[in-house]
């Protein structure tokens, strides 16, 4: 089955640097590759993913990028503010059939003021 | 995307009681997905539940200590049986809408 390692563990930036989270997946079927904020006490929170017929995608501060030759995908969030405090989730799926997702480990991204 | 409501937010079991928890979405969804957080954790999936068969388990993860009811295609529901206290977690339903997955808010349930 598909296996899904995320790095780092935690991450510790001061506010307005950018951070990054890398993640590296085992099945060469695995098309979906979304990412989840979950802050504490919080359900997971879908905020961004890619497929993989595209290599980059953007929303505001939020990018990921994906090599499939690799098998990594990677978390880009710009200018950080304290509200991105959370920990960060990356997940692979089959996007057909029973699309279950199989999450990376997390990272814990803490934004100093 | 999907409202998803679960029932109880949270318990506090005995050993060797059981504990069913509820999950309603507000549109109808083809399959349903149970997760595991344990504490400080990642999510594990459990079991997929589609509507009308019976639910598709993980490794590790067997019938008789996570039956899975799926009796129409809003609602489900998760026992966990014989509870231990490697029980305590928090547990998650989830469903596809659209094209994303999207997750109710948790039963976290302590075992003593």
């Known amino acids: 089955g598909e296996n899904v390692e995320q790095h780092p563990s935690t991450l510790s930036v001061q506010e307005g640097d950018s951070a990054v989270i890398k993640c590296t997946y085992s099945?060469?079927?695995?098309?979906?590759f979304p990412w989840y904020k979950q802050e504490l006490g919080k359900r997971p929170q879908l905020i961004i993913d890619?497929?993989?017929?595209?290599g980059e995608k953007k929303d505001q501060r939020i990018a990921v990028t994906l090599n499939k030759t690799a098998k990594h995908f990677s978390l880009h969030i710009t200018e950080t503010q304290p509200e991105d405090s959370a920990v960060y989730f990356c997940?692979?799926?089959?996007?057909?059939?029973?699309?279950?997702?199989?999450f990376g480990s997390g990272t814990r991204l803490q934004v100093q003021p | 995307s999907a409202v998803i409501s679960q029932k109880p937010s949270r318990d506090i079991c005995q050993r060797g009681t059981s504990l069913t928890i509820q999950c309603q979405v507000d549109?109808?969804?083809?399959?349903m997905f149970w997760y595991r957080q344990q504490p400080g954790q990642s999510l594990t999936l459990i079991a997929t539940?589609?509507?009308?068969?019976?639910?598709?388990?993980e490794s590790g993860f067997v019938i008789d200590k996570f039956p899975i009811s799926r009796p129409n295609l809003t609602f489900s529901t998760l026992t966990v049986s014989n509870l231990s206290p490697e029980d305590s977690s928090i547990y998650l339903c989830?469903?596809?809408?659209?094209?994303?997955?999207?997750f109710g808010p948790g039963t976290r349930l302590t075992v003593t």
């Open positions: 549109s109808q969804v083809t399959m």
């Open positions: 989830s469903v596809i809408s659209g094209s994303e997955q999207y």
């Open positions: 890619i497929r993989s017929n595209v």
């Open positions: 539940a589609n509507q009308g068969s019976e639910a598709t388990y």
């Open positions: 997940a692979a799926s089959i996007d057909t059939g029973r699309r279950a997702l199989t």
């Open positions: 099945d060469s079927a695995s098309n979906y």
